[in-house]
Nanobody, 117 residues
Framework: QVQLVESGGGLVQVGESLRLSCAAS????????MGWYRQAPGKQRELVAI???????NYANSVKGRFTISRDNAKNTVDLQMNSLKPEDTAVYYC???????????WGQGTQVTVSS
């Protein structure tokens, strides 16, 4: 089992920045993919950004150039730096941990990000 604890959500104004953090604990394997997904009211959960244990990244087109994902393998943490926030970024953000070799996926409890105009 893997436990994920997110922090850093909140209410910000348009154009401001916010940093989300996620700490993983439990049975962490060396090969894994961590990432952030989000779900807005009435919409499906969608990928925001992911990063492999080797450091490869992938971003949703809507956040490219504004968001940066990073991780610390020694601490089993993944961060999401969000700049130039827009109202459409408002959502619950979920941390995700995947073991690609087994297909097991774990989710955090989610943290609310609200961007006010």
């Amino acid at each position: 089992q893997v436990q994920l604890v997110e922090s850093g959500g909140g209410l910000v104004q348009v154009g401001e920045s916010l940093r989300l953090s996620c700490a993983a604990s439990g049975s962490i394997v060396s090969i894994n993919v961590m990432g952030w997904y989000r779900q807005a009211p009435g919409k499906q959960r969608e990928l925001v950004a992911i990063i492999t244990s080797g450091g490869a990244t992938n971003y949703a087109n809507s956040v490219k150039g504004r968001f940066t994902i990073s991780r610390d393998n020694a601490k089993n943490t993944v961060d999401l730096q969000m700049n130039s926030l827009k109202p459409e970024d408002t959502a619950v953000y979920y941390c995700r941990h995947e073991r690609p070799l087994s297909g097991r996926i774990y989710w955090g409890q989610g943290t609310q990000v609200t961007v006010s105009s």
